[in-house]
């Protein structure tokens, strides 16, 4: 099982960035799907996840600004940032609790890491 995220780059203050990432290879279920992101010389955290298609939940410093969605057709999540300011610059990690067998318990995945910057 693979999550393949994609987006991210250079912005200016205010401006506005997409991410994307997609769950790949052969699984039961995906649970809770979301992102995280970790800042030069801090630890990661929680930026938004979605359990489900109907719920979200934000950190505060993103609450109103970034939108956590989710295509289950594609297994795919995405966040559309906007508003961004220096302090959203992070590598921003996908990820996921994915059931690979009916049964089995739920595991952590993480993609790749994208890297977001927010010029000061």
Same mark, same amino acid.
């Given at each position: *099982?693979? !999550?393949?995220?994609? @987006?991210? @780059?250079? *912005?200016?203050? %205010?401006?506005?960035?997409?991410?994307?990432?997609?769950?790949? %290879?052969?699984?039961?279920?995906? @649970? *809770?799907?979301? +992102?995280?992101?970790?800042?030069?010389?801090?630890?990661? #955290?929680?930026?938004?996840?979605?359990?489900?298609?109907?719920?979200?939940?934000?950190?505060?410093?993103?609450?109103?600004?970034?939108?956590?969605?989710?295509?289950?057709?594609?297994? %795919?999540?995405?966040?559309?940032?906007?508003?961004?300011?220096?302090?959203?610059?992070?590598?921003?990690?996908?990820?996921?609790?994915?059931?690979?067998? +009916?049964? #089995?318990?739920?595991?952590?995945?993480?993609?790749?890491?994208? !890297?977001?910057?927010? !010029?000061?």
């Amino acid at each position: *099982v693979q !999550l393949q995220a994609s @987006g991210g @780059g250079l *912005v200016q203050p %205010g401006g506005s960035l997409g991410l994307s990432c997609a769950a790949s %290879g052969r699984f039961f279920r995906i @649970g *809770v799907m979301g +992102w995280y992101r970790q800042a030069p010389g801090k630890q990661r #955290e929680l930026v938004a996840t979605s359990p489900s298609g109907d719920t979200t939940n934000y950190a505060d410093s993103v609450k109103g600004r970034f939108t956590v969605s989710r295509d289950n057709a594609k297994n %795919g999540v995405y966040l559309q940032m906007n508003n961004l300011n220096p302090e959203d610059t992070a590598v921003y990690y996908c990820y996921a609790r994915i059931q690979l067998k +009916w049964r #089995e318990s739920f595991n952590d995945y993480w993609g790749q890491g994208t !890297l977001v910057t927010v !010029l000061q």
